[in-house]
């Protein structure tokens, strides 16, 4: 698919989210309705991450901290999207945070949002799926910070909490109410 000259002229033959040059095409920006100028010029690389035909990769959509101030309003709901998609990383999260879109750009931008809860799966060491109020074992020895006690490896953590990361969960070891990351616990 070729960009139109309009197009091309406006990204600077450069991918309006990432600034690579190669493998340019035009991106519908989904759904749209109603709003003029609804297609970007998007990299194979965050075409294929939008689509879900490639894996997120947080450390590609760091360049969102730059595109996200463009003055296209179709970009910036592409990088909210995003950011949305990646919240549950620090940095994206904060990104998010600072990204001001008027009342219509965030009612565009939420339209097509992941819905919270979808999709995210929590899985423990060995590939079970967490559920809330699962109990889990402890399979390395953490170091909790903000304190002074260690959780030891075999401690069983019951009732656990999920988070929206899937890669983090809670629950109370010694009384404290602490985040533990899925990788160190196995359902039990």
Known sequence: MSLSSALAARSGNQCELCNATQNLTEFDVPESAGHPESTIVVCGECDGQINGTT???????????????????????????????LSGEAWAQDLLDMLYLDDDLLQWAEAGAPVEGEDIVHID????????????????????????????????????????????????????????????????
Not at 147 to 160: E, L, M, Q
């Open 55 to 85: 894996p997120m990769d947080d450390k590609h959509w760091r360049c969102l901290s730059d595109s996200m101030w463009s003055q296209v309003p179709a970009v910036q709901v592409m990088a909210w999207r995003t950011l949305k998609k």
């Open 125 to 188: 060491s060995n590939g079970a799926i967490l559920q809330a109020g699962d109990t889990v074992t402890i399979i390395k020895d953490l170091t909790v910070k903000g304190t002074s006690f260690v959780a030891k490896r075999g401690t069983a953590v019951r009732g656990i909490s999920l988070t929206d990361n899937p890669e983090h969960i809670e629950g109370r070891v010694n009384g404290t109410r602490i985040v533990i990351l899925t990788c160190y616990v196995k359902k039990s």
